[in-house]
């Protein structure tokens, strides 16, 4: 009987220790994860941010590029720019006017 609970006690602890090791081994596993993943957050946080520059970059250079062309065409026609400009305020103000008799 002895031998017996000698024999159970010693498989017992050998269970533990398997179950001690494997659960080592899945925390580091757990701590790579993590690791890998911060590193991968970093890696797509620092592509993102590559992408927002070259972005805004690209979007400050189309703008440049329309004012240029806007001041242009205001230099070159004058009178259709006057005219287009009072033609929306007569809109407005007849627009207004409408809104403002109904109330």
């Known amino acids: 009987m002895a031998k017996q609970s000698t024999e159970t006690k010693a ?55 329309m004012e240029k062309a806007v001041e242009h065409s205001m230099r070159a ?4 720019w006057v005219a287009g400009t009072l033609g929306v305020v007569g809109v407005g103000v007849l627009i207004g006017m409408l809104l403002r008799n109904r109330q």
């Open 77 to 80: 026609h004058p009178a259709n």
């Open 11 to 65: 498989a017992s602890q050998a269970l533990h220790a398997d179950a001690e090791a494997e659960l080592e081994e899945l925390r580091e596993a757990a701590l790579l994860l993590g690791r890998n993943l911060k590193d991968f957050g970093k890696a797509r946080l620092r592509a993102a941010g590559a992408d927002l520059g070259e972005t805004s970059e690209t979007m400050l250079a189309r703008g440049r590029e």
